[in-house]
């Protein structure tokens, strides 16, 4: 079992920045790759980033890439994702989730075993 904790989030105009936590526990915490999907309303959950196990592995979907990294502190059990030049399309509620696979099988995932709560991310025009 894995169990996800999110922090961060909130409220920023077009242009700005925010991280994004993710604590993870559990028996196998430190050895499932992690991902953040987003979901806008009215929309399905879509794929954001992933991250390998070790961190070494990163992958994004086409819309982020330049602007947001994904990266993970395993003395942490920590995954953050550092959100720049953020635009009101990025505007979703945003889930880590954790899942005993590679970071690359995430990409195409409609659903992972394990999620965190879920935090809201509104950015402003």
């Known amino acids: 079992q894995v169990q996800l904790v999110q922090s961060g989030g909130g409220l920023v105009q077009a242009g700005g920045s925010l991280r994004l936590s993710c604590l993870g526990s559990?028996?196998?915490?430190?050895?499932?790759?992690m991902g953040w999907f987003r979901q806008a309303p009215g929309k399905e959950r879509e794929f954001v980033a992933a991250?390998?196990?070790?961190?070494?592995?990163?992958y994004y979907a086409d819309v982020v890439k330049g602007r947001f990294t994904i990266s993970r502190d395993n003395t942490k059990n920590t995954v953050y994702l550092q959100m720049n030049d953020l635009k009101p399309a990025d505007t979703a509620v945003y889930f880590c989730?954790?899942?005993?696979?590679?970071?690359?099988?995430?990409?195409?995932?409609?659903?992972?075993?394990?999620w965190g709560q879920g935090t809201q991310v509104t950015v402003s025009s």
């Open positions: 559990g028996r196998t915490a430190s050895t499932a790759a």
């Open positions: 989730g954790a899942a005993l696979t590679t970071a690359q099988s995430m990409v195409d995932m409609k659903t992972l075993p394990y």
């Open positions: 991250i390998s196990w070790g961190g070494v592995r990163t």
